[in-house]
């Protein structure tokens, strides 16, 4: 079955950027358009970039928009999430699923921190 296995979270302070990676498997994801979602405590979880199929379209929430980069490596099965200029607003635990309609099943989530 589908499994997604998220990494490169942590600690950062305000300004500071990550690079998240998104492993999948059980899926041919070339088939799918992707995207990274994150919750935070007290909050519903929220899609904050989705990419097409092949990598040429991109969306962002307003929120991340000129700070955030989706990109994507079909043959290794594996999605990334290149993070910028990070503010406290963004710690949250991060997901990756479809970016269309999700999976039911979804990773464990990496968890990023924003703080000084």
């Known amino acids: 079955q589908v499994q997604f296995v998220e990494s490169g979270g942590g600690l950062v302070q305000p300004g500071g950027s990550l690079r998240l990676s998104c492993a999948a498997s059980?899926?041919?994801?070339?088939?799918?358009?992707m995207g990274w979602y994150r919750q935070a405590p007290g909050n519903q979880r929220e899609l904050v970039a989705s990419?097409?199929?092949?990598?040429?379209?991109?969306n962002y929430a307003d929120s991340v928009k000129g700070r955030f980069t989706i990109s994507r490596v079909n043959t290794k099965s594996t999605v990334y999430l290149q993070m910028s200029s990070l503010k406290p607003e963004d710690t949250a635990v991060y997901y990756c699923n479809s970016g269309d309609v999700p999976f039911s099943s979804w990773g464990q989530g990496t968890q990023v921190t924003v703080s000084s």
């Open positions: 059980g899926i041919n994801l070339s088939m799918y358009a």
């Open positions: 990419i097409s199929r092949g990598g040429a379209r991109t």
